[in-house]
């Protein structure tokens, strides 16, 4: 492995946070010894590609639309539900390239993001029965029954196995297209048993073998946590959610840490700050970072910020927010010379009503909606229609 890239203390000292409570016994160990054993899922050659088309989108010269589910259910593995996936992702990057007249980078939610950081522990069924919150199908099952909930070792074994079917079928239509143009794969790197054994060596040092781009959360962003030693010592691109407790200090360090040899196309920068956070800590962000920060390619993710609950307990997002907030990042990121290089979306082929139209600001308690087809294991998606509008509208602001 390359010094340069050597993370200061060594991952495996750091406290790694948003870790499921594993059960006692070997069993954890004996998967994690199993996944280290089997072939990566991806290649040292397939994430250079994947980085140099990323320095492309850092030059100005091309676009990234990094986007998915919130939750991939193992379900969603079958050969047809996967192509659906693809194509629609391939047909969103084609509308992007078609409004900005800029090349387009799809880079999926999918073929591993099967893990979820929660923001508690626990949750009230209707009945009032407590149940330990859904960590993602890595881990756990959604039903709302306890036995679904409790943590299972062997679904990090089946992770991988859903994760291989979805990157075979994904592959298959990467012949004929560009390099820098193939739907690549990335999710959130969180649980360290399965990405630790994943890591891998290669020609050019070590990577995550489990996807061409991971990514570490807004909540496991802490500078001497374990997932940012971890990110550190790979060569894949990595990405990092910012959201609204970042500070411009913060970000140049971890700009540094995740990107110490200043590589383009290495470090995805990822703000979901809330479009009037975004208003208000975007411009000193950008500023100090390209002032004192390594490299980054800016992603805006315009839907974590925008999350409401409602009195029924949903999670919705109002679309005018999410529209605002790609335009408010384009034009702030712009006015600090800097590139909005893309957006990092929420998103799905079904036309679900998770998200909402709310105009004028509504108060949230006041907004009275039926969810007839809410079907998202997690946060809630854009619809075909609403992404359309979203695209169209970070192509405009460009
Ligand atoms: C997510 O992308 O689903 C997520 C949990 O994001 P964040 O870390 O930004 O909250
Ligand atoms: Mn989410």
Not at 69 to 97: G, I, K, N, Q, T
Not at 196 to 211: M, N
Not at 293 to 317: F, I
């Amino acid at each position: 492995m390359d010094s340069a890239v050597t993370p200061t203390a060594p991952a495996g000292s750091r406290r790694a946070r948003q870790q499921p409570p594993w059960p006692d016994g070997d069993e954890l160990a004996e998967v994690e010894a199993e996944l280290a054993a089997r072939p990566g899922l991806v290649t040292e050659g397939e994430c250079t590609a994947l980085r140099d088309a990323l320095a492309r989108a850092s030059r100005g010269e091309a676009l990234v639309l990094q986007a998915g589910d919130c939750a991939e259910r193992f379900a969603d593995a079958a050969p047809a539900a996967v192509d659906r996936r693809a194509e629609y992702l391939y047909s969103l990057a084609d509308a992007m390239s078609t409004a900005s007249g800029l090349p387009v980078v799809p880079l999926g939610r999918m073929a591993g993001q099967y893990a979820k950081p929660r923001s508690a522990e626990s949750e009230t069924r209707a009945d009032g029965v407590r149940l330990p919150v859904y960590r993602g199908d890595a881990v756990n099952g959604p039903e709302a029954e306890p036995s679904a909930r409790s943590c299972d070792p062997r679904r990090l074994l089946a992770a991988y196995d859903h994760a291989a079917a979805v990157l075979g079928r994904v592959r298959a239509t990467w012949p004929g297209r560009p390099a820098g143009r193939r739907l690549y794969v990335s999710h959130e790197g969180l649980l360290c048993a399965y990405e630790s054994p994943l890591v891998r060596r290669g020609a050019d040092g070590s990577h995550a073998s489990s996807a061409h781009s991971v990514w570490i959360g807004d909540r496991t962003r802490a500078l001497d946590g374990w997932h940012v030693g971890w990110a550190a010592g790979l060569g894949n691109p990595v990405g990092v959610k910012l959201g609204p407790s970042i500070t411009p200090a913060e970000a140049v360090r971890l700009s540094h840490v995740l990107n110490p040899a200043g590589v383009e196309g290495r470090l995805l920068f990822i703000v979901r700050l809330g479009a009037g956070p975004a208003r208000r800590l975007l411009p000193g962000l950008v500023a100090e970072v390209a002032r004192r920060g390594a490299p980054v390619v800016w992603l805006c993710d315009p839907l974590h910020g925008n999350t409401w609950r409602l009195r029924s307990g949903r999670k919705t997002r109002p679309v005018e927010a999410v529209r605002d907030e790609v335009s408010v990042f384009a034009r702030i990121v712009r006015a600090h010379r800097q590139w909005p290089a893309g957006l990092h979306l929420e998103t799905t082929p079904e036309d679900v009503t998770e998200c909402v139209s709310a105009p004028d600001r509504t108060p949230v308690p006041a907004l009275r909606v039926d969810f007839p087809r809410y079907t998202s294991a997690c946060d809630p998606r854009l619809n075909p229609g609403q992404t359309a509008g979203v695209l169209a509208r970070f192509a405009e602001s460009l």
